[in-house]
């Protein structure tokens, strides 16, 4: 999405950049985990069907996607690739709709809270910019992780599908829940230059 192609988001444990083609071969070799293909339901790509996906998402306008980068790693030598550990991306279904995803591809990553920081950073950004008026989260019937993450964030059921083995739910966005999430890290937005 043009809107966040030079936006960076730093807080309290995380970076979020925008994702961009010296992200792709890292990111390329994530997705050949038929776990996280599972999780994410997502198939397998070609490194080439990758970096067309990648210039696909920068500039198309329903699609909003940052890399995630663990902050203390960044910092020791500000090398982006070393530091990445997930994604996270809305896609924007209609002018108030967008569909939340996450995913911690590093499993050294994952337990430590990088997904929450991610999820509630990405949900602001949306509403923010995006002005984004609810939230849907399409989850695994498998991934207890992200159903549990995304319960305690106030999403609540709407459906399943039995074909995609997969849940909906879904957040109405409301003043009070914007000040809950706004409440939850201090972050700051910044002009990223790749």
């Not at 730093?10 to 985990?33: A, G």
């Not at 067309?52 to 960044?74: A, R, S, V």
């Not at 950004?125 to 207890?144: C, H, M, P, R, W």
Request: hydrophobic share 40%; with cysteine; glycine share 4%.
């Amino acid at each position: 999405m043009k809107i966040n192609s030079k936006t960076k988001i730093v807080s309290q444990n995380i970076i979020l950049v925008p994702y961009t083609e010296k992200h792709v071969p890292k990111y390329h070799e994530w997705m050949k985990s038929e776990e996280l293909q599972v999780l994410t339901a997502s198939e397998p790509l070609t490194l080439e069907q990758e970096y067309d996906m990648q210039k696909l998402w920068q500039e198309d306008e329903d699609k909003c996607t940052f890399i995630i980068l663990d902050k203390q790693k960044y910092e020791v030598d500000n090398n982006e690739i070393d530091a990445m550990i997930g994604d996270t991306n809305i896609f924007v279904k209609d002018l108030a709709l967008g569909e939340i995803e996450i995913m911690i591809a590093e499993e050294a990553a994952r337990g430590r809270k990088f997904g929450w920081e991610a999820v509630i950073l990405m949900l602001i950004y949306g509403i923010d910019f995006i002005e984004l008026k609810k939230y849907e989260a399409k989850i695994s019937f498998s991934n207890e992780r992200s159903i549990n993450m995304f319960t305690k964030l106030g999403f609540k059921e709407e459906s399943r599908s039995i074909i995609f083995n997969e849940i909906t739910f879904a957040k109405t966005v409301t003043h009070e829940w914007c000040v809950s999430l706004k409440d939850n890290f201090k972050y700051v937005i910044k002009n990223y230059v790749d």
